[in-house]
T-cell receptor, first 114, second 112 residues
C-alpha cells in the first residue's frame, strides 16, 4: 500500500540554522512527490514538487528537496531558517490516475527559536 | 485572484443536524476534491470529482455526500453528522495541465 512517513513530529531549530525535514514514501510506481506548508489557520501552500528529471528540485521561499529513489526519500532542506518558516510541513505522494489522490504524511511541526 | 473558497470557516453543530460545507473555485479547474485533516493522520481524501456530474469515493467517504452540478462548485454534505466527523476539512482543485492541488483555507467543524 502507498504510504508516506514523516518520522519527526516536531523539530526545533534556531533562526539562521539549516533545516532538513525527512520524508520516506512507499509507492509501487514512479512517484510524484510534493511538499506543502501549512501556517496556522491557513490552507496548504505548495512549496515544491517532483515529477521527473533533475532529482534536486527548487521551490519557493528558499526551500529545496532531493529525490533519492534508492532510499525512497524526498527530504526538504533550507540552508538558513527564518522565524516566518515556523509552520507545519507535509510531504505527499501523488497517484496520477483518475483519483489523483495525494497521500499525505502526518506532518512535521517546525518551531523556530529566536 | 485565483482561489478556492470554503464556507463556513468555523462551525459548531449537534449530532444529526444536516449541514453543508460549500466550496467554490475560480480557476475553471475540472478536478476537485475534499480532504479531512486530523492530528497525527495528515490529510485523507473523502471524495473527488473529475468533472461535472462525475464524483467518486476517496479513502474515508462514510458519512459524507458530494455533488458536482457546476464546474466551480463542489459542496460537501453531512446528512447526519456525528462527533467522529469533528475535523478540519479542506477543499482542493487542480487544473488539467498541472500536478498542483490548490487548497482552500479550511473549514473547522465541531460536532457535539
Amino acid at each position: 500500500a502507498q504510504s508516506v512517513t514523516q518520522p519527526d513530529i516536531h523539530i526545533t531549530v534556531s533562526e539562521g540554522a539549516s533545516l532538513e525535514l525527512r520524508c520516506n514514501y512507499s509507492y509501487g510506481a514512479t512517484p510524484y512527490l510534493f511538499w506543502y506548508v501549512q501556517s496556522p489557520g491557513q490552507g496548504l501552500q505548495l512549496l515544491l514538487k517532483y515529477f521527473s528529471g533533475d532529482t534536486l528540485v527548487q521551490g519557493i521561499k528558499g526551500f529545496e528537496a532531493e529525490f533519492k529513489r534508492s532510499q525512497s526519500s524526498f527530504n526538504l532542506r533550507k540552508p538558513s531558517v527564518h522565524w516566518s518558516d515556523a509552520a507545519e510541513y507535509f510531504c505527499a505522494v501523488g497517484r496520477m490516475d483518475s483519483s489523483y489522490k495525494l497521500i499525505f504524511g502526518s506532518g512535521t511541526r517546525l518551531l523556530v527559536r529566536p | 485572484e485565483a482561489q478556492v473558497t470554503q464556507n463556513p470557516r468555523y462551525l459548531i453543530t449537534v449530532t444529526g443536524k444536516k449541514l453543508t460545507v460549500t466550496c467554490s473555485q475560480n480557476m475553471n479547474h475540472e478536478y476537485m476534491s475534499w480532504y479531512r485533516q486530523d492530528p497525527g493522520l495528515g490529510l485523507r481524501q473523502i471524495y473527488y470529482s473529475m468533472n461535472v456530474e462525475v464524483t467518486d469515493k476517496g479513502d474515508v467517504p462514510e458519512g459524507y455526500k458530494v455533488s458536482r452540478k457546476e464546474k466551480r462548485n463542489f459542496p460537501l454534505i453531512l446528512e447526519s453528522p456525528s462527533p467522529n466527523q469533528t475535523s478540519l476539512y479542506f477543499c482542493a482543485s487542480r487544473g488539467a495541465n498541472t500536478g498542483e492541488l490548490f487548497f482552500g483555507e479550511g473549514s473547522r467543524l465541531t460536532v457535539l
